[in-house]
């Protein structure tokens, strides 16, 4: 291939053929490193889109995903027409909502006091510490609740009760069940986001500060005038990108927390997609919701990202 490359024509008198073979050869390191993610997409992401046919066919596994029989809209009706479709709606938008509105804050705040600790050992030992719940799971994160909220034995409700008061099912109380949902996933992952903020405001010129402090400026006006102008992109970035996922409320979580006396509030579009579609086998209706979960978050990422144009004057496009 070498040979062949030095003894073609200049760059100007090959085809256009030629030049992409060349720029290939010439790249081919990256393009090899490139190689496994295109094949990530193709087989996970791709290839997936050609068995979404069945969300408008009512899909029998034994006549397969082409010989199937067609039948329209008819999965997205049944979904849209279910007597459960408000509840699941509400629910998924409430914790989803909740769980974007209460849980940026808190990363942006831990990101801006780990970059002004002026104790750079402590600042790593925090972010250290607030970034480790994100590896654990669901399963282990539920151990931790149950001995913290247990009714019978759990650390909050023997200090609620030696304060004079009753104890509560946290996890059983569909008045209580959505906060602690809310708030352990705040704990979990608000240091592995804060990952972000921190990056965007290492970015920043040290200059800025500098010529700041000399001016006088105190530390909560550099980090009004300073840090949070310098994390607005990936603040509206992750904003942006968080709405496309609107109705992801996190089925791992709801999954394994909640029970039969709080479906009402916890079960939401997700949970009930898994039983109707793994546990009753009804693959289509499973698809069906998939795709209008799809369709949902593009919609909410184009309307965001026109909505932030124009009173940020950032966007994700």
């Known amino acids: 291939m070498t040979d062949v490359l030095r003894s073609s024509p200049t760059a100007a008198q090959r085809g256009p053929r030629q030049r992409l073979l060349a720029r290939l050869w010439r790249h081919r390191g990256l393009y090899l490193m490139l190689l496994p993610g295109l094949l990530w997409f193709a087989l996970f992401r791709y290839w997936p889109l050609w068995n979404a046919q069945i969300a408008f066919k009512d899909f029998q596994p034994v006549q397969g995903v082409l010989h199937s029989p067609w039948v329209g809209l008819s999965n997205f009706t049944q979904f849209f027409q279910s007597y459960y479709f408000t509840q699941l709606m509400t629910n998924t938008l409430v914790i989803s909502f909740a769980k974007l509105l209460i849980g940026l804050p808190p990363a942006i705040i831990l990101a801006l006091a780990i970059h002004e600790s002026s ?12 970034y480790l719940p994100h590896f654990l799971s669901w399963v282990i994160v539920f151990g931790i609740l149950l001995a913290m909220l247990s009714p019978g034995s759990g650390l909050v409700n023997k200090a609620l ?11 059983t109380d569909p008045g209580a069940f959505r906060a602690v949902v809310i708030f352990s996933d705040i704990w979990k992952e608000t240091g592995w986001s804060a990952i972000l903020f921190l990056a965007a405001l290492i970015g920043i010129s040290p200059s800025l500060y500098e010529a700041a402090e000399v001016d006088g400026a105190t530390r909560w006006q550099r980090i009004r005038h300073i840090s949070l102008p310098g994390m607005l992109d990936v603040i509206v970035l992750v904003t942006l990108l968080r709405l496309g996922h609107i109705l992801d409320a996190g089925f791992y979580q709801i999954y394994v927390l909640y029970s039969l006396p709080v479906y009402s509030v916890a079960d939401v579009i997700d949970t009930w997609v898994y039983r109707q579609g793994i546990q009753n086998f009804q693959f289509s209706l499973a698809t069906a919701v998939g795709l209008f979960k799809g369709l949902i978050g593009l919609l909410m990422i184009v309307v965001a990202n026109r909505v932030a144009r124009r009173f940020a004057g950032q966007g994700l496009y």
Do not use: N
């Open 119 to 130: 104790r750079k050992g402590l600042a790593r030992v925090t972010q250290t510490v607030t």
């Open 161 to 171: 009760v030696a304060a004079g008061g009753d104890p509560v099912s946290f996890l």
